[in-house]
């Protein structure tokens, strides 16, 4: 038994078959080109989305747009591999038309087309919202961290800068004093020579000019870090507690199908202020419905709780317990019972802590009030468990703790929806950062990154919606829509 060949590349074929003969009539591919096809660009604001009269024509923006989503869909968001791909790829060659952009042309259209790639993701989340696709009941708000086209190696504190610049200063010293000693060394001995003394002195000095400057610039504008290669970047956390410089992308997720409702780019190395933000821009683009917000711990600010309460979304926020600094969870501050009758805390040794005075910031006022009990501390035998202070226990309450009591309470009954959270909100993180390898940005500046991220998360709705209603039904509900989508 032989194997199974197949045909000779030299044969010829009276009848050529035809290029969509290599193409399921349930490909993904199919969507992208009936969709993209229906869109109006001019109305998007793409760029030569209306040919100049004049000149050479250049590539439509559709068909651009559509090797990028593509692109995105197969984990692949390099230019350069776009353009292979446009070459060797049968469903890339049948959705081109066998056109064959060079590298330029594609990094170009995602460059000059910065805010129309935004408006396209809005433009099917309309669409999405038009085929009932979105619960507006519950959604989940999260942010995960994007390492940006910026090493940690070019992003600098003030106190990085000082660092180096004292550094140099010692090695220009050094430098110095080996070119004063240069005449009395010894034959034997081998030194720099005097000219590459000086030579390394002058790298020096322009390096410390260099660090000069971008402390200035920290300076004037009152910045804590720079970073040049991507100006917008800034040194983040990521959830392995690796630091990285970043991008801290937020989205809200609708819970009926895992579809991304709106997203946000910030330079914010944590989530706090962004939970009114972005349930009120979902609330807006449900058309004003109340919905139930669900968000982890890092998102608990009773600013931004209340803000939410006041606009109709009810907020699911786990409160966050903060430590003592010993690290017995047994005396953390949740562990103190508060008695709204009597103002006073009681301790976990049963030990009454009165109020004392205010906390007060500057620009807040008054934020919280501070309970203590320094005379109790002094002779409880827990004193070393509790605290490390030699004075005794501080308990400071919120100035707006009755609410976050209600806001803890109301979590707390509805906790069979909160634990949905999770698989809800990191369902599009797991599948862009892991599934798709998009764990990091491309391009340079939040206006850049967010056109990139904009692909990405359109490439994963257009995914989910294939998958809940399959290719062929997808294309059958794109082809009976009578008008042209518009933004």
Same mark, same amino acid.
């Given at each position: 038994m032989g194997y199974i060949e197949g045909q000779d590349r030299n044969q010829i074929i009276l009848l050529p078959e035809c290029i969509d003969d290599y193409i399921s009539?349930?490909?993904?591919?199919?969507?992208?080109?009936?969709?993209?096809?229906?869109l109006d660009m001019e109305a998007l604001g793409f760029d030569k989305a209306v040919c100049a009269p004049?000149?050479?024509?250049?590539?439509?923006?559709?068909?651009?747009?559509?090797?990028?989503?593509?692109?995105?869909?197969?984990?692949?968001?390099?230019?350069? %591999?776009?353009?292979q791909e446009a070459i060797r790829n049968i469903e890339a060659i049948w959705l081109l038309k066998k056109l064959r952009p060079d590298f330029k042309?594609?990094?170009?259209?995602?460059?000059?087309?910065?805010?129309?790639?935004?408006?396209?993701?809005?433009?099917?989340?309309?669409?999405?919202?038009?085929?009932?696709l979105?619960?507006?009941?519950?959604?989940?708000?999260?942010?995960?961290?994007?390492?940006?086209?910026?090493?940690?190696?070019?992003?600098?504190?003030?106190?990085?800068?000082?660092?180096?610049?004292?550094?140099?200063?010692?090695?220009?010293?050094?430098?110095?004093?080996?070119?004063d000693e240069g005449d009395t060394a010894e034959a034997h001995d081998r030194r720099p020579t005097a000219d590459e003394i000086k030579e390394r002195l002058k790298e020096l000095r322009e390096r410390k000019q260099k660090y000069e400057g971008y402390k200035k610039r920290l300076e004037e504008t009152g910045e804590n870090e720079i970073s040049t290669t991507d100006p917008d970047a800034r040194l983040m956390c990521n959830n392995n507690n690796n630091v990285d410089v970043s991008y801290n992308v937020q989205t809200?997720?609708?819970?009926?199908?895992?579809?991304?409702?709106?997203?946000?780019?910030?330079? /914010?190395?944590?989530d706090q202020g962004e939970l009114d933000?972005?349930?009120?821009?979902?609330?807006?683009?449900?058309?004003?419905?109340?919905?139930?917000?669900?968000?982890? /711990?890092?998102?608990?600010?009773?600013?931004?709780?209340? /803000?939410?309460?006041?606009?109709?979304?009810?907020?699911?926020?786990? %409160?966050?317990?903060?430590?003592?600094?010993?690290?017995?969870?047994?005396?953390?501050?949740?562990?103190?019972?508060?008695?709204?009758?009597?103002?006073?805390?009681?301790?976990?040794?049963?030990k009454e802590l009165h109020y004392a005075r205010d906390r007060e910031t500057k620009g807040k006022g008054v934020i919280g009030h501070e309970y203590r009990n320094y005379e109790a501390c002094k002779h409880c035998e827990f004193k070393d468990r509790c605290?490390?202070?030699?004075?005794? %226990?501080?308990?400071?309450?919120?100035?707006?703790?009755?609410?976050?009591d209600t806001i803890d309470l109301q979590t707390e009954l509805n906790m069979d929806k909160y634990k949905l959270r999770q698989m809800i909100a990191e369902h599009p993180f797991g599948t862009i950062k892991r599934g798709w390898g998009a764990y990091y940005f491309l391009t340079k500046g939040r206006i850049s990154v967010t056109a990139e991220i904009s692909i990405s998360f359109l490439a994963y709705n257009l995914k989910r919606v294939i998958n809940i209603f399959g290719a062929e039904e997808v294309l059958r509900m794109l082809r009976e829509k009578k008008k042209p989508v518009l933004a």
């Amino acid at each position: 038994m032989g194997y199974i060949e197949g045909q000779d590349r030299n044969q010829i074929i009276l009848l050529p078959e035809c290029i969509d003969d290599y193409i399921s009539e349930d490909s993904a591919v199919r969507v992208i080109d009936e969709y993209v096809e229906q869109l109006d660009m001019e109305a998007l604001g793409f760029d030569k989305a209306v040919c100049a009269p004049t000149g050479r024509p250049p590539y439509n923006p559709k068909d651009l747009l559509k090797l990028y989503l593509y692109g995105y869909l197969n984990r692949i968001r390099s230019s350069r %591999r776009l353009e292979q791909e446009a070459i060797r790829n049968i469903e890339a060659i049948w959705l081109l038309k066998k056109l064959r952009p060079d590298f330029k042309t594609i990094a170009d259209f995602r460059k000059d087309n910065k805010r129309a790639l935004k408006a396209v993701f809005r433009d099917f989340t309309k669409l999405c919202d038009e085929w009932g696709l979105f619960g507006k009941e519950l959604v989940a708000i999260d942010g995960s961290k994007f390492r940006a086209c910026n090493s940690k190696r070019n992003n600098y504190s003030a106190k990085k800068l000082e660092r180096h610049i004292k550094y140099i200063d010692e090695k220009i010293d050094k430098y110095m004093q080996e070119l004063d000693e240069g005449d009395t060394a010894e034959a034997h001995d081998r030194r720099p020579t005097a000219d590459e003394i000086k030579e390394r002195l002058k790298e020096l000095r322009e390096r410390k000019q260099k660090y000069e400057g971008y402390k200035k610039r920290l300076e004037e504008t009152g910045e804590n870090e720079i970073s040049t290669t991507d100006p917008d970047a800034r040194l983040m956390c990521n959830n392995n507690n690796n630091v990285d410089v970043s991008y801290n992308v937020q989205t809200s997720v609708d819970s009926k199908h895992k579809l991304i409702a709106d997203f946000k780019v910030t330079q /914010k190395p944590n989530d706090q202020g962004e939970l009114d933000n972005m349930a009120l821009r979902t609330k807006k683009l449900f058309g004003g419905c109340d919905f139930e917000a669900l968000a982890d /711990k890092g998102y608990y600010k009773a600013e931004d709780l209340k /803000k939410c309460v006041e606009n109709g979304i009810t907020p699911y926020v786990t %409160r966050q317990v903060y430590s003592n600094g010993t690290g017995d969870r047994d005396f953390y501050a949740d562990r103190f019972q508060y008695e709204k009758e009597r103002n006073i805390y009681i301790c976990p040794a049963g030990k009454e802590l009165h109020y004392a005075r205010d906390r007060e910031t500057k620009g807040k006022g008054v934020i919280g009030h501070e309970y203590r009990n320094y005379e109790a501390c002094k002779h409880c035998e827990f004193k070393d468990r509790c605290t490390k202070s030699k004075k005794g %226990r501080v308990i400071c309450r919120h100035v707006d703790q009755d609410f976050l009591d209600t806001i803890d309470l109301q979590t707390e009954l509805n906790m069979d929806k909160y634990k949905l959270r999770q698989m809800i909100a990191e369902h599009p993180f797991g599948t862009i950062k892991r599934g798709w390898g998009a764990y990091y940005f491309l391009t340079k500046g939040r206006i850049s990154v967010t056109a990139e991220i904009s692909i990405s998360f359109l490439a994963y709705n257009l995914k989910r919606v294939i998958n809940i209603f399959g290719a062929e039904e997808v294309l059958r509900m794109l082809r009976e829509k009578k008008k042209p989508v518009l933004a």
